[in-house]
């Protein structure tokens, strides 16, 4: 890998601060936490095809290194106390690649290891068998590189993708939507979201994403 996969995953899952990654990706993320803070996380992204003919992935110095490989995720989960990779497959259609990993967690400061070990974007916490799980997904302050211009292309021509994200815990949890500062707020209407349940969870298209000024974030409670 030429760079660090928690960064990567960060940027994709937290800042989104690439728009070129961020109208060309879709990501999808599930957390399933057990009553003593240990767990599974699952990924899942689609890639434009035609962002790879263009060679973006290794070509472009300017936006992170995508992994696309099983050696990525082993090498990352290997860096990390207790996470490692327990599947891994990758298949490619006419529009996309589409990558899966699973990864298991023995407890939360291994989740934190990969999702945001520098607790810029993500905090969490846990009393007995409660918890809570607060994350920034997208911060419009991240937008100030591209031009108006760049935006209108690539809200043209890289419509369709979506980011998605679900929870689970012990018990019954709950999902908070938030600003970028972490204040609580209604559910868009652009983002649908189930939030109290065994399962919580969000959904938003890319482009609506980027185009909330009050930028997007969540908080689950279980």
């Known amino acids: 890998m030429k760079k660090n996969l928690i960064k990567i995953i960060t940027l994709l899952v937290f800042t989104l601060a690439s728009l070129l990654f961020a109208s ?3 990501m999808g993320i599930d957390i399933q936490m057990n009553a003593d803070g240990s767990g599974k996380l699952s990924l899942e992204y689609r890639i434009s095809t035609m962002l790879l003919s263009l060679g973006e992935l290794d070509g472009n110095a300017s936006i992170p290194i995508i992994p696309v490989s099983r050696e990525d995720f082993e090498n990352t989960a ?3 106390s207790g996470m490692k990779l327990v599947s891994y497959s990758s298949r490619k259609n006419a529009e996309d690649l589409i990558i899966s990993a699973v990864l298991e967690f023995d407890n939360m400061n291994a989740l934190m290891g990969f999702l945001d070990p520098a607790l810029e974007t993500a905090s969490i916490t846990r009393n007995g068998q409660s918890g809570k799980l607060d994350m920034i997904l997208w911060d ?3 937008n100030d590189n591209y031009d108006s211009n760049s935006i209108s292309l ?15 815990g012990p ?13 609580q707020m209604q559910v868009p209407p652009n983002v649908t979201a189930s939030t109290s349940g065994r399962k919580t969870s969000l959904s938003v298209g890319m482009i ?9 974030g969540v908080s689950f409670s279980w």
């Open 140 to 142: 419009n302050s991240k």
């Open 154 to 168: 690539m809200k043209t021509v890289f419509s369709g993708y979506n980011f998605s994200m679900s929870f689970s």
């Open 171 to 183: 018990r019954n949890s709950t999902m908070t939507v938030t600003d970028k500062d972490g204040n």
């Open 78 to 80: 290997g860096g990390i």
């Open 208 to 216: 609506d994403m980027l185009s909330m000024t009050e930028g997007l």
């Open 24 to 26: 060309c990706i879709g």
